[in-house]
């Protein structure tokens, strides 16, 4: 892009400033035109994203873009606004209020080293509410919170960017004159960078603790701040790993896995919502994934969920299938079509969907499960007599053989080719026997 010859990025329809006399807020603006002005930077490649307090109304003094955003919360804008489009140079403009509020933001800003540059407004009080103390109020320091000395140790902003890996890290005042090219330079910094402005409000801190640029000298001298470039490194911005990572990812085979063609046809016309309902051992969910996956090799849509609590190994364990000739666009089931209870675990817990059944529902119920609160009609899982033994160990999968006979959903063979498909062989062969008795 063509390099700028503007003299100011001060949208001068926009002056005065609404900045009490004094107060350093319009000296750093001015030091960001400058600085923008240095660099020749085409307006339409900047953003200025600002945060909430007196800072906050600088962004519309710019004739670049800007965002504006919740108190806190501007570095995570500008991150993303860098994602969406890395050409562009952006900058955030936020308070010592706006880093402890966000402070968490601040922090992992500096740890992905993501490519935006924050100037700290650092007046050590927020100004817009009345001079409230801030993460960087001295100690001792009074303001309207802090009526008898503020007793919190003061945040190092600059820091807490360094040691969280920041790229370019400095701190400064307001009333540097190299200010303008410090915020070059951190512009220019492949990486997070952020420079810690110290300056004066002089409606709120100034006043109520006699605190003038030469105290504020002092200050950072006597707390062992110095001012200068504190950190940089050469550290790849976030942008430039993502973007790594991503032709690497690009260049990767798309990982194997089971496809289930369609191997057999149904005549299912409508959708079916199945709700297993065992305990913790049956092996519940995995005979849902079998109903699910020999749908779908007979050409169905199907989807799945499985729910069992925290702890597992006990308690209930229930699986939720829902098998439809038509795309699934939603796998909820609030009203199941078909409930099976196996174990009183997952009776109990499906009480509200079994309640929630009418009288076209089916209820199965294992031995001694029957008798549930609902309308829908409840029928007894009836296993062939030579299936008996197995009931105790695999009730989950005669199940599934005995739903997928009794509904008619699919072919009998689509279930057995789910198990040899789906499940590992000596599972497989134990099910595939188990099937046979259904
Ligand atoms: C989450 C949230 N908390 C509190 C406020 C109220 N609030 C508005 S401005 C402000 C102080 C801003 O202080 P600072 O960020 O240091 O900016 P300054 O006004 O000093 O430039 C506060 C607390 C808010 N807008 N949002
Ligand atoms: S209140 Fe403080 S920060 Fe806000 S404009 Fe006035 S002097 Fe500046
Ligand atoms: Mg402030």
Same mark, same amino acid.
């Given at each position: 892009m063509a390099e700028s010859e503007l003299e100011t990025y001060i949208a001068e329809e926009n002056l005065p400033y609404e900045f009490c006399p004094g107060c350093s807020h319009g000296?750093?603006?001015?030091?960001?035109?400058?600085?923008?002005? !240095?660099?020749?930077?085409?307006?339409?490649?900047?953003?200025?994203?600002?945060?909430?307090?007196?800072?906050?109304?600088?962004?519309?003094? $710019?004739?670049?873009?800007?965002?504006?955003?919740?108190?806190?919360? %501007?570095?995570?804008?500008?991150?993303?606004?860098?994602?969406?489009?890395?050409?562009?140079?952006?900058?955030?403009?936020?308070?010592?209020?706006?880093?402890?509020?966000?402070?968490?933001?601040? +922090?992992? #800003?500096?740890?992905?080293?993501?490519?935006?540059?924050?100037?700290?407004?650092?007046?050590?009080?927020?100004?817009m509410t009345g001079g409230q103390h801030s993460a960087t109020t001295p100690l001792d320091s009074i303001t309207p919170t802090t009526s008898f000395g503020s007793t919190d140790a003061p945040m190092d902003i600059a820091g807490t960017a360094k040691v969280n890996g920041g790229g370019f890290v400095a701190r400064a005042t307001a009333f540097d004159e190299d200010l303008p090219e410090m915020i070059s330079k951190a512009m220019n910094h492949d990486g997070f960078s952020l420079i810690d402005i110290w300056e004066l409000c002089t409606a709120y801190y100034v006043v109520r603790n006699d605190f003038g640029r030469k105290e504020m000298m002092n200050y950072m001298d006597s707390i062992n701040m110095e001012s200068g470039l504190l950190q940089k490194t050469d550290r790849s911005s976030f942008q430039t790993n993502y973007k790594n990572i991503q032709e690497q990812a690009s260049k990767q085979k798309p990982m194997g896995g089971l496809v289930l063609e369609t191997k057999f046809s149904s005549d299912l016309d409508k959708p079916i919502r199945i709700v297993l309902a065992g305990a913790a051992g049956q092996k519940v969910v995995s005979a849902g994934n079998l109903l699910a996956a020999a749908a779908t090799l007979s050409g169905l849509w199907t989807s799945r969920r499985a729910d069992f609590p =925290?702890?597992?190994?006990?308690?209930?364990?229930?699986?939720?299938?829902?098998?439809?000739?038509?795309?699934?666009?939603?796998?909820?089931?609030?009203?199941?079509?078909?409930?099976?209870?196996?174990? &009183?675990?997952?009776?109990?817990?499906?009480?509200?969907?079994?309640?929630?059944?009418?009288?076209?529902?089916? /209820? *199965?119920? #294992?031995?001694?499960?029957?008798?549930?609160?609902?309308?829908?009609? !409840?029928?007894?899982? +009836? $296993? &062939?007599?030579?299936?008996?033994?197995? /009931?105790?160990?695999?009730?989950?999968?005669?199940? %599934?053989? *005995? +739903?997928? !006979?009794?509904?008619?959903? $699919? &072919? $009998?063979?689509?279930?057995?080719?789910?198990?040899?498909? =789906? !499940?590992?062989?000596?599972? %497989?062969? =134990?099910?595939?026997?188990?099937? %046979?008795?259904?």
């Open positions: 000296k750093v603006l001015s030091a960001v035109s400058d600085s923008l002005k !240095q660099q020749k930077l085409n307006p339409t490649e900047v953003v200025i994203v600002t945060d909430i307090g007196c800072v906050g109304l600088s962004d519309k003094y $710019f004739v670049t873009h800007a965002f504006h955003g919740l108190h806190g919360r %501007a570095i995570t804008y500008a991150s993303g606004i860098k994602m969406g489009n890395p050409d562009l140079k952006v900058v955030v403009l936020m308070g010592d209020g706006g880093c402890g509020i966000g402070g968490h933001h601040l +922090l992992n #800003a500096a740890r992905s080293n993501t490519d935006v540059t924050v100037l700290v407004f650092n007046n050590f009080n927020f100004g =925290i702890t597992i190994q006990t308690g209930f364990s229930v699986a939720e299938v829902v098998i439809s000739p038509e795309p699934v666009l939603y796998s909820g089931i609030m009203k199941p079509d078909v409930a099976a209870l196996i174990a &009183p675990e997952g009776r109990d817990k499906i009480t509200r969907l079994t309640r929630a059944m009418d009288k076209t529902g089916l /209820i *199965y119920f #294992a031995e001694g499960l029957g008798n549930v609160d609902s309308k829908a009609k !409840q029928l007894p899982l +009836l $296993f &062939p007599k030579s299936a008996q033994k197995e /009931i105790r160990k695999n009730i989950s999968a005669l199940t %599934a053989g *005995y +739903l997928t !006979q009794e509904l008619g959903l $699919f &072919p $009998f063979e689509a279930l057995q080719e789910a198990v040899r498909l =789906i !499940q590992k062989p000596k599972i %497989a062969e =134990i099910n595939l026997g188990v099937l %046979a008795l259904t």
